[in-house]
């Protein structure tokens, strides 16, 4: 019996063999795992393609933490490796406005500082923002709002403004308690949304979009069979429908999250600016 995860950290415990597949371990405000999978094929026990999947858990992000400017800081240090030296990079943010659960991703997008416009509108007195690096921001909704898959409005905007890469931000789900609005993935492989709680989607990775994408994401739901194990230390009989179960504080806990992330970003896409620039603007 599997239990739906979007999490690499949490896929690796379950299977065998760890052949192609490596794992590293750093941190200071985060506990930080950073899987490396070499192929497709090594990736396929975990359900997973190749790439970098790099876990960063702590404390729950529905709470306020005195450590807040280090860990924006620690995400803003994982992501920036993962994005390309230069060019114009489209933030996007994937999810359902209107479901909170599923709003982290329309949450972070206001927060992101947009500057793609700011060339052609500043005036040469402005040197600090007109030297930003190009950044564009989108939350087109989801298919059942809209009629427009994600990852066709995403391509669409892609092939206008030609970013050097994409960052989406998107809810996850999860097969752990512990890791249930206390962790945060960030990949280099792409994004299915809508595939931890089996409702997938067109997939945005570098293959159906030609430029690297950079997935972000916390999980905010887990499957009702993990707390019934939980709590009872036997595997529940199989249902079925499989129900999705979200945290008490959902409201708080997407808050925080979106913003703890949309700083994050801000950080590894200007590093010219430290957390009080970001956190002003």
Avoid: W
């Avoid at 490396?36 to 933490?65: C, M, N, V």
């Avoid at 669409?156 to 993935?185: F, K, M, Y």
């Amino acid at each position: 019996m599997q239990y739906r995860t979007d999490l690499a950290v949490e896929s690796l415990a379950s299977v065998r063999t760890r052949e192609g597949i490596t794992e590293h371990k750093r941190g200071r405000y985060f506990r930080i795992t950073e899987i490396h999978i070499k192929d497709d094929k090594a990736g396929q026990p975990l359900g997973k393609t190749k790439g970098r999947y790099i876990t960063l858990e702590g404390q729950p992000l529905s709470r306020f933490s005195d450590d807040y400017e280090g860990m924006a800081e620690e995400l803003a240090g994982e992501l920036r490796p993962l994005l390309p030296a230069e060019g114009c990079v489209l933030v996007t943010g994937l999810g359902n406005a209107e479901i909170t659960p599923d709003a982290l991703g329309p949450r972070v997008i206001p927060k992101i500082l947009a500057t793609r416009h700011l060339q052609a509108e500043l005036g040469e007195e402005e040197t600090f923002l007109r030297s930003l690096r190009s950044v564009a921001a989108l939350a087109g909704g989801v298919l059942g709002q809209t009629g427009i898959e994600s990852a066709e409005l995403i391509r669409a905007a892609a092939e206008h403004i030609r970013p050097a890469a994409v960052i989406a931000v998107d809810a996850l789900a999860c097969s752990s308690l512990e890791r249930l609005g206390t962790t945060i993935q960030i990949s280099d492989a792409g994004i299915s949304p809508g595939s931890g709680v089996a409702n997938h989607r067109l997939a945005l990775n570098a293959e159906s979009l030609g430029i690297p994408v950079i997935a972000v994401g916390v999980p905010t739901v887990i499957g009702m069979r993990t707390i019934a194990e939980d709590l009872t230390g036997r595997r529940p009989l199989p249902m079925r429908e499989e129900m999705m179960v979200t945290p008490r504080d959902i409201d708080r806990l997407i808050s925080q999250a979106a913003h703890l992330i949309a700083c994050g970003i801000n950080l590894a896409l200007h590093p010219q600016m430290d957390y009080a620039d970001v956190a002003a603007l």
